[in-house]
């Protein structure tokens, strides 16, 4: 991960193209003498890496949910 500068209107905090990812965090306005925009953290991934994410975030999610079901079946 590395800090970025950047001018341009708004800051995406995922941005995807053909072949990788730029995730974007912790962005700050920045207006100084000799330069006005962005600073912000940018991580760059494949494509691959970014998909093998979020299924793990989905499958987590499921966890989770099945969980809540269990209980509040146990309840019932």
Do not use: C
């Amino acid at each position: 991960m590395s800090r970025v500068r950047g001018t341009q209107g708004s800051v995406p905090s995922v941005e995807v193209g053909k072949a990788d990812v730029r995730l974007r965090s912790n962005v700050v306005r920045v207006e100084e003498d000799e330069f006005v925009g962005w600073e912000y953290d940018e991580e760059v991934v494949s494509l691959h890496e970014y998909i093998d994410r979020l299924r793990d975030q989905i499958s987590g999610q499921d966890d989770a949910i099945d969980d809540i079901v269990i209980a509040l079946l146990a309840v019932v």
